[in-house]
């Protein structure tokens, strides 16, 4: 039976890959139970590797070291990655407003966690950044905190990042838990109706002007008798598309831009809700009209064609020149489960779904021509994540000398490949680079590589976690934890609320958001059974990922430099 005690024991290959994929299953299983609704998810991996670690179960040092530094890089590009494409757009027009509460909470925190820091005194910076990233559940602060701690502290790295490791342990839970609270208080303190709340975000939606707004018209405007489609685009200064036109004679053809409109023509517009007063004034009445019935025997059809070639990665509706090459017009744009105008503005991303109303074989040419191959989707971009790996890695390693510091600035593993991985994600059709990465790969991969990370900063910390939770300084990091998660959303979601005037739904998801926590979001998905808490999570997620990363990087290494 040597062969099993070496299996458990031993510090082989074999044994490497048991303890991790038990620490992972045990992990993602107690994980997915809820307390109250609530589940930690993958976090529970972590509790998981301290439980191993703390039975005296250990894994060779540098094999854990190169696990923990490969998950952590996994991890961070699969998330720079996916916030890459919408990371400057939220920093823009309403993104503003939230992204302006959601800073407000990043500074907040700090101040916190630095005011206990100097009152209390009996804690160093080093383990209140693990309470701080623990305190609001960010996984990448802490590996970016002890990435900075590798790069300038020498040999008390080891001993620093599992003290570290243990104060993120220690604040993590009532980090979930105070997080929810706010959400609950606010609801509380201004006496909030959720259903209310939730009817008041769906008016919002039908009023939006992204959201295509179809209705269709006959003309009996003499002023726009017998003009071309373009001027009648010159004249209504707005975003919208004529898809179909039935003439007095019943043909039922596609406008181009120099159709000609007459009296008494039938057409269906998608425009914005807001402009549909300027149509009714300038267009005629509104007309029932079975457009399918009437046109499928004619070979005019409406098809969803998605966008796989990497050449049209970022290019606008507008240059493509549908009407004149392939005599088709684009309606609508499905992208991430939203609907949007199909306006000449509008820049395309592998991935996109186009609702395309023409001729079948026109429709089936531009087809061709956008690649419409939903099995190219699946096919994974490795090249794209594996070059970008390098030149975070290569980012990450260079040296930046700032004033007062006695050693070069370094963004690290966790720094220099997120900042790589955002600017592909937004900028890398320019280098002819495809970054779409369906939504399961990418899930894949970010959670693969948090689960790797999260086990091994378990492993390494669990043969201390007992003795230290059940101190006197382990349980006052648990007071710390909740202090610094609590007091900052508290003030913000008040601000939020009686300043701004944001819906609730929105608040929650801003302030999942500003925490970075998954079971948040999914308490506030829950609470207002609709997509507004998902939208304002996606609008701070980028920028608050980006600078928690930064800020907990940037603490260790001036306060250890």
Known sequence: MNWFTELWIGNGVAHTILIYAI??????????????GISLGATFVLFCGILIGHLGVTVDGATLKFIQEFGLILFIFSIGLQVGPSFFSS??????????????????????????????????????????SGAVTNTPGLGAAQQALIETAGDRAGDLNESMSLGYAAAYPLGVVGIILSMVL??????????????????EKEASQLKPHVITYQVTNKLIYDIPVTRLHAIIDHNFTISRMKREDGTVEI???ETIIRKDDVLRIVMSAHDQDIFDAIIGPHVDFDWQLETEPKGIVSKRIVITQGELNGRKIGSIRLHEGYKVNVTRVYRAGVELLASPNLSLQIGDRLTVVGREEDVDRLGKRMG???????????????????????????????????????????????????????????????????NAASLMLRELGLCLFLASVGIAAGGRFVETILSANGLTWVLYGFLITIIPLLIAVVV???????????????????????????????????????????????????????????????AVA
Request: charged share 15%; aromatic share 8%; proline share 5%.
């Open 23 to 36: 620490v992972i299953a045990m992990g993602v299983m107690l994980g997915n139970v809820k307390i109250f």
């Open 91 to 132: 920093l823009k027009q309403e993104g503003l407003q939230l992204n302006g509460v959601a800073m407000l909470i990043v500074a907040l925190n700090v101040v916190v966690a630095f005011a206990i820091y100097f009152i209390a005194g009996n804690i160093s910076i080093t383990d209140l950044v693990g309470v701080m």
């Open 186 to 203: 606010l609801k509380a303190i201004f006496k909030i109706n959720v259903d209310k709340e939730v009817e008041d975000i769906e008016r």
């Open 255 to 257: 406008p181009q831009g």
């Open 372 to 438: 419409n191959s939903y099995k190219r989707l699946d096919h994974p971009n490795l090249f794209t994540m594996f070059i970008g790996i390098v030149l975070g890695i290569i980012v990450g390693s260079i040296p930046i000398m700032l004033p007062g510091m006695s050693v070069p600035m370094k963004l690290g593993l966790a720094g220099g490949p997120l900042i790589v991985a955002i600017l592909i994600g937004r900028y890398g059709y320019k280098a002819k680079l495809v970054t779409y990465t369906s």
């Open 496 to 558: 939020a609320r009686a300043k701004l005037r944001l819906n609730y739904c929105t608040i929650m998801g801003l302030v999942a958001g500003a925490t970075t926590d998954p079971p948040a979001l999914g308490y506030a998905n829950n609470t207002a059974g609709n997509d507004a808490p998902a939208v304002a999570y996606a609008t701070v997620y980028p920028l608050t990922m980006f600078m928690r990363v930064l800020i907990a990087e940037l603490i260790i290494i001036f």
